[in-house]
């Protein structure tokens, strides 16, 4: 009786381990996200993120003064750039030397140097309320393309070539709207940002939904993933700061 007692235990023991190994298994790195701090960035309505090119700092636009701000890694201004136009809603970086934003109302992409010289110019053909306009913008190195986002009624994903001539439009039916977009050359992936449903959401090309992340932050407008993927940046327009997670 007390070897069959032994017996179970043991077996017991095996089955829990085994179990244990199974759901670690099953765990894929990026499924789940904790919060690290919250920074104040000493930029009016800051909307819109990206990492420089050396991953040291950031880039942010204010759609309260247009203008296009360099800020090192504590979120401290190094630079400002007046943009001409107004509503400055999303940055990208497209080298170490040049970026594109774009501009919710006017409905426009532009391309300009770091010094502020404008280089390009387009407007997209995008209807509805000036005010749902065009909300952000990624770009994949690889392919040279960018991605847009429109915020609602109904939010948008727009692909655009390295022209910015529209290769593809679809409609983004997981979200009530849409903030900010980050392209993940990492798992060829997207991380759209939505204020309304205080959420992150990771999506394949095709919008398949990856995995979904809560988050608790005022009017967030602006995403941005590191090169190592184990940290994820959220800007805050109304709280004006920056919002840093860990990627486990």
């Known amino acids: 009786m007390k070897i069959t007692y032994q017996l179970i235990i043991t077996l017991v023991l095996i089955l829990s381990a085994f179990v244990g190994c199974v759901k670690d298994k099953s765990e894929k790195p990026g499924d789940k996200i904790t919060f690290v701090g919250k920074y104040d960035i000493p930029v009016l309505e800051p ?60 409905r426009e992409v532009v391309i300009l140097d770091t010094t502020g010289t404008e280089i390009k110019r387009v407007k997209i053909n995008l209807g509805g309320e000036l005010n749902l306009g065009l909300e952000g913008i990624t770009y994949n190195e690889n392919t040279k393309h960018f991605y847009i986002v429109s915020e609602k009624d109904p939010p948008l994903i727009i692909e655009l070539d390295e022209n910015l001539n529209e290769v593809r439009r679809d409609t983004i039916k997981f979200a009530a709207d849409v903030s900010g977009i980050f392209y993940d050359k990492n798992d060829n992936i997207f991380w759209i940002l939505s204020d309304e449903d205080q959420m992150v959401v990771k999506t394949d090309m095709e919008l398949n939904i990856i995995t979904k992340f809560k988050i608790s932050i005022l009017q967030p407008e602006g995403i941005t993933i590191n090169n190592e993927g184990d940290r994820m940046y959220i800007i805050s327009d109304r709280e004006e700061k920056l919002s840093v997670y860990k990627i486990n």
């Not at 003064?65 to 190094?78: F, N, R, T, V, W």
């Open 47 to 106: 909307s819109g993120l990206t990492l420089t090119s050396n991953q040291n700092g950031f880039w942010t636009v204010s759609d309260e003064d247009s203008s296009l701000y360099e800020l090192d890694k504590y979120g401290k201004i190094i630079k400002r750039i007046k943009v001409d136009g107004f509503d400055l809603e999303g940055v990208t970086v497209i080298d170490e030397a040049t970026l594109a934003i774009v501009l919710e109302r006017t």
